[in-house]
């Protein structure tokens, strides 16, 4: 066992949709626009509400059984699907690996940096940009 000034701590966060919502808003809307673009969705049965009466299907669609946003990556035009299970993938990797950024939307103070982080962490497990 090496010997470090270090203690590693793992414990366990509940993020509310209404906080992946306000993600991806800023991740669509701003964060993410000179690498993603929206090629299409996939309707899901029933969708999530978040804003009543409105219906915002990059947030909402993502975020509902059976729901995607499709994204293309406009740089080397790969297709990622953005569904429930890449956002639990996405909101585990960037607590892994943009721990700052994930602090920010702990702390409530998201912006469109990581709004994009955070869309990246979803399609691609990793900060490919930026």
């Known amino acids: 066992m090496k010997v470090t000034d270090k203690l590693t701590v793992q414990t366990t966060i509940d993020v509310d949709f209404r906080d992946i919502a306000n993600l991806l808003c800023s991740a669509f809307e701003g964060g993410s626009s000179y690498w993603a673009e929206i090629s299409d969705y996939t309707h899901p049965r029933n969708i999530w509400p978040w804003e009543a009466g409105h219906l915002y299907p990059y947030v909402q669609y993502p975020l ?22 890449a956002i639990q993938r996405g909101i585990q990797a960037m607590a892994t690996i943009a721990p700052r950024h994930f602090a ?19 399609v691609f497990g990793e900060i490919v940009y930026g």
């Open 64 to 85: 509902s059984e059976g729901g995607a946003v499709i994204v293309s990556d406009t740089e080397d035009d790969k297709i990622y699907t953005l569904d429930l299970a």
């Open 104 to 122: 920010d939307l702990i702390n409530e103070n998201i912006d469109s940096e990581t709004g994009d982080v955070f869309l990246q962490c979803c």
